[in-house]
């Protein structure tokens, strides 16, 4: 999956191996090439792609 931002830029992509048992998210928008997470935790996913997401200006 790739996840982006609303102006079109990537901001994480995030993948599962058939028997791996975890996510492989990188976020090229903060500097994390890679970053492990356990398969039962996909709410730390979100929480990453969230915290990567460029903040709004108010």
Request: net charge negative.
């Given at each position: ?21 975890c996510?492989v ?6 500097g ?20 990567a ?6």
């Amino acid at each position: 999956m790739i996840a982006h931002s609303r102006d079109g830029w990537e901001v994480a992509s995030v993948t599962v191996g058939e028997r791996s048992g975890c996510f492989v998210v990188s976020l090229p928008s903060v500097g994390v090439t890679t970053q492990m997470v356990n398969a039962d935790q996909p709410h730390a996913v979100v929480d990453l792609i969230l915290a990567a997401l460029p903040k709004e200006a108010a």
